[in-house]
């Protein structure tokens, strides 16, 4: 296998966060030995530890470190080292009482948890940037590093601080933005109700008002905060670069947790040289797995296709959800192998050794509290042994069947206040979108709005309120060109400063989707609607309909009660040598199910009814090779048909015609040829 990135890590990665300062260094000794056992080839050291490296201004104690990097070199371990910038010292907050973050009612927030950074702050900058030199200059080449791990999940707990330096630093961002203040007057559509500024040293950010405030503020106020951390990220990185170069930097996205929207990873995975990501299973009753593939699928989106790293995941149950289920047998491992299918080079684990005390001991870990007597320990063990077995595909790439497009700052401004229902959740639609497209069998790659789309059969866009002209102008063209389109309801509405496109709505969209919307018309908590077509069979819509006007569009489906009925539901639109097809209320999972089998027909992609629900088939392929991977999510064994024999890599054995699938496992057949 290549030496991929990270630096000299020659195999998958398999690990995890290691904090040896939670445990006397007599137990480190056994840490390493448990490591090589569990084939772990790189952890994640230092990312909370700038308290302890730093005990007094200036004054540094990296003797622990020294031991502990030295240590993990010696048994073979990789190191991806933490910038420990997400949690500041006490002494420097005593001193810089500012650096804690206000929110928009005026809160200051007190030093205690983790995160609670004001991002424009000068003094928090100045800090970073010593502390990031400091480690920079001590361990930047030394041998056992493989990477940088810079911060941990900027955005969380606080994505935005509206504190007075953040007012100011604000004003700055608007001038660069916009020039004058007049521009902004005019995206922000100040005119309406008096909001007029006559200068940028009026302009605050969005704290806490009456009633609504102003949309284009709020929305801004998100690009400002984003663009505010990323230049944090920035310049930590560019310190990395320069004190020690040919080592990747990166840090850790959540790119799918619907509760973490607060990045626009489009833009952060162009400043990170590995993209790597947090997933953690959200058990609320949905699916688990559909949301994990969605999150790997969108993680190797934000790397352009190429192959990244799950940082973080558990091994069995987290402790910060409501209820907090362990994994069951094998689903860990499930996990881990579903992520490397979709492009990550390994699996690594929030953390390695469960701790005692702190806030997250009752967190899953690879060394649970009772030792290496546990079912987590031993199937961390063969977790381990097969994620190594796997090494020669690094590097390959995940094959992808259709795009579903993807925009933070459409969510952003869609989840501002005052929408025409609050019932309607662009999110859920995502979600939505996608897990009938995984029940398809179809890989999704996500695309910007903006993204060149003509590799796709079918491209889906769920729900995408805020979209550019030029994003509109994509669509067009795409589709013109052949390719199959299917939009879903309140898509295509406002440009980029929240304003309503100009004429009827779908402002952006109209003309592809041969219609226009003359009026929403949501429905109220529990209404239904029923949606009937000649052809084929009755479906369900709730949350939304609309009153649709065809200008060139087919009506496929028709509602057949509401206040809309006799209306069209769901259209087709032939355009160019291309389909776009038009989805006007929020249909559950059967009614998705039949419109996307009609689209799939048109972009002529085959139905694979050949494959059980609940089984995933995904290959990667690349100079080594081409492997299939089957991931069997069921409580039934099951088989899988080859086009191609290959030798499976897990169990050694060759496999042709038809691979079998046990309940709850994995199989990764590198295809011959
Ligand atoms: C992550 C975080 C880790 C740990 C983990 C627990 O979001 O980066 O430090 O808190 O959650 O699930």
Not at 107 to 136: K, P, Q, W
Not at 201 to 225: H, S
Not at 355 to 366: N, Q, T, Y
Request: charged content about 20%; glycine content about 8%; some cysteine.
């Amino acid at each position: 296998m290549p030496d991929i990135s990270p630096r000299g890590l020659t195999r998958l990665a398999f690990g995890g966060d290691y904090n040896p300062e939670q445990w006397p260094e007599s137990v480190w000794q056994e840490d390493v030995r448990l490591m090589r056992e569990a084939g772990v080839t790189m952890v994640s050291v230092g990312i909370f530890s700038w308290a302890l490296l730093e005990p007094a201004p200036g004054e540094y104690d990296f003797g622990w470190l020294d031991r502990v990097i030295d240590l993990l070199h010696d048994h073979g371990i990789r190191v991806d080292l933490g910038t420990p910038t997400v949690v500041p010292p006490v002494w420097f907050y005593r001193a810089h009482p500012e650096a804690l973050p206000v929110t928009a009612e005026g809160v200051r927030y007190e030093f205690g948890s983790r995160g609670a950074i004001c991002h424009s702050n000068a003094d928090y900058r100045a800090a970073a940037a010593a502390i990031t030199t400091a480690l920079a200059e001590r361990y930047g080449d030394h041998p056992a590093l493989a990477m940088w791990h810079v911060h941990n999940e900027y955005g969380v707990p606080v994505s935005a601080c509206y504190c007075d330096s953040c007012a100011a630093h604000f004003r700055r961002w608007l001038a660069d933005t916009y020039g004058t203040v007049d521009a902004v007057n005019e995206a922000w559509g100040t005119a309406f109700w008096g909001q007029r500024y006559t200068g940028f040293e009026q302009i605050n950010p969005p704290r806490a008002t009456p009633t609504v405030g102003n949309p284009g503020q709020a929305l801004d106020y998100r690009r400002f905060a984003d663009a505010t951390v990323r230049e944090n990220f920035r310049a930590e990185r560019d310190l990395l670069h320069r004190l020690s170069p040919g080592v990747p930097v990166t840090t850790n996205f959540m790119t799918a947790l619907s509760q973490c929207d607060s990045m626009d990873y489009w833009a952060w995975g162009r400043e990170v040289d590995l993209v790597t990501n947090d997933h953690y299973l959200i058990t609320d009753g949905r699916r688990t797995h559909v949301n994990l593939a969605m999150a790997a699928d969108l993680t190797r989106s934000v790397a352009g296709g190429a192959p990244w790293l799950l940082l973080e995941h558990s091994t069995s149950g987290v402790n910060w959800q409501p209820r907090n289920p362990a994994k069951a047998p094998g689903e860990m491992a499930r996990n881990s192998l579903a992520h490397v299918a979709r492009g990550s080079e390994g699996a690594m684990f929030f953390q390695w050794r469960q701790s005692r005390r702190g806030a997250e001991k009752f967190h899953s870990a690879m060394l649970p509290h009772g030792g290496t007597d546990t079912r987590v320990w031993r199937e961390v063990v063969e977790l381990g042994a097969s994620i190594d077995t796997l090494s020669a595909l690094g590097g390959t790439r995940t094959e992808a069947d259709v795009a579903m497009l993807w925009d933070w700052q459409s969510w952003w401004a869609q989840n501002l206040a005052w929408r025409p229902s609050e019932d309607h959740d662009p999110r859920e639609r995502a979600d939505s979108f996608y897990e009938a497209l995984y029940d398809h069998h179809l890989t999704v790659d996500f695309a910007h709005p903006e993204a060149d789309l003509s590799a796709y059969p079918l491209v889906v866009v769920p729900a995408l309120y805020l979209m550019t002209q030029a994003a509109g102008d994509n669509l067009r063209r795409y589709a013109e060109n052949g390719g199959t389109l299917v939009v879903s309801y309140f898509s295509g509405i406002v440009d980029e400063h929240d304003a309503v496109h100009e004429g009827a709505c779908p402002g952006v969209l109209r003309d592809v989707l041969g219609l226009t919307v003359e009026e929403f018309s949501p429905l109220l908590k529990d209404e239904r609607v029923r949606l009937t077509a000649p052809d084929g069979p009755a479906l369900t819509g709730d949350v939304w309909s609309e009153f649709v006007v065809p200008r060139g569009a087919e009506t496929v489906w028709t509602y057949a009660d509401g206040l809309t009925a006799g209306r069209p539901a769901v259209t087709r639109h032939r355009t160019g040598r291309g389909t776009a097809w038009y989805v006007s209320t929020r249909l559950d999972a059967q009614g998705l199910d039949a419109v996307l089998a009609r689209a799939a027909g048109d972009a002529g992609i085959a139905p694979r009814a050949d494959l059980p629900r609940d089984v995933e088939v995904v290959r990667r392929s690349g100079t080594s090779g081409t492997y299939l991977f089957a991931v069997n999510h069921t409580a039934g064994d099951t088989e899988v048909p080859l086009d191609t024999p290959g030798t499976e890599l897990l169990t050694g054995e060759r496999a042709a015609g038809r691979l079998a699938v046990p309940a709850g496992a994995v199989r990764v057949v590198r295809l011959d040829g």
